[in-house]
């Protein structure tokens, strides 16, 4: 059980969800992981890893489910599951110090008992889930700072993409997203720091073709978009206390743009 190789930055907002499905991948599950570090020089360190991971261990999805119940091989184990194929995750990234930088990528195969759509009798029950992407941080300064991820993929729920949207099912076609995030870091002190950024996550509209007429109606969401900042206190001892505020907006298909403001105070103490 470790952190997925792809998206292996965390941003400094944590207490809206990491910033997934709003542009950050990555999240937890069962693996079978192998890593390199090597350095190059006093300076210079170059890192690769790579993964067999558990598909649908984020997003459970199971989009058949309650469909083809009849059918003598029909299942109700997870699409990642039904493919019988682990997910394969790679990264490769230089350390130079004031600049590091990753590239990396997965693959993953999804399968389903029914097929897409579910009117049509050549539908589509083999899909497949995949993105590339990079993460990146620059040390300006000791106290300023830039990083941050971006990606393209499809069918990337399972990881936090497409925001939670993984395969259209009114057309039987994967639903494909790009996306990222940044965040400007400045460190007043050893114990007081402030960042600013925002993140998206886009999926294409032309794959998001909507059913009025199902029940309930199919409604997908286009983008999410947000802009953030945030202070952490560290007062010793493990101690510390932050303020976050984010503004988020959610554009649908059909349904138009949906918008908050939300405030976040919190402690923590880290033993």
Not at 74 to 79: I, K, L
Request: net charge negative; glycine share 12%.
């Amino acid at each position: 059980q470790d952190w997925d190789i792809v998206g292996p930055l965390h941003p400094s907002v944590h207490l809206s969800g990491l910033l997934w499905n709003v542009g950050n991948l990555g999240d937890r599950r069962p693996m079978a992981a192998a890593r390199f570090h090597h350095g190059l020089s006093e300076d210079v360190a170059v890192d690769f890893a790579t993964a067999l991971v558990l598909v649908g261990a984020v997003d459970n999805q199971d989009l058949d489910k309650g469909l083809d119940s009849s059918k003598r091989y029909s299942s109700t184990d997870r699409d990642g599951f039904d493919s019988g194929w682990p997910g394969l995750q790679v990264r490769a990234g230089v350390d130079a110090g004031a600049i590091k930088v990753g590239v990396w990528g997965m693959v993953a195969a999804l399968e389903t008992d029914a097929r897409f759509p579910t009117s049509s009798p050549n539908g589509d029950n083999k899909f497949t889930s995949y993105c590339a992407g990079t993460d990146f941080h620059v040390a300006f300064t000791e106290q300023l700072s830039l990083r941050g991820e971006a990606f393209i993929g499809q069918a990337l729920s399972d990881v936090r993409g497409g925001i939670g949207q993984s395969i259209n099912t009114v057309v039987g076609d994967e639903i494909r997203t790009y996306g990222g995030w940044v965040e400007l870091g400045f460190k007043a002190s050893d114990l007081l720091g402030f960042v600013v950024g925002g993140a998206i996550d886009n999926p294409y509209d032309r794959d998001l073709t909507t059913d009025a007429t199902a029940d309930p109606p199919i409604d997908y969401r286009a983008r999410n978009l947000t802009y953030f900042a945030a202070c952490t206190q560290h007062w010793g001892g493990g101690f510390k206390t932050g303020l976050e505020a984010m503004y988020w907006s959610t554009k649908w298909v059909d349904e138009g743009l949906g918008t908050m403001i939300r405030v976040n105070a919190y402690t923590q103490l880290n033993f």
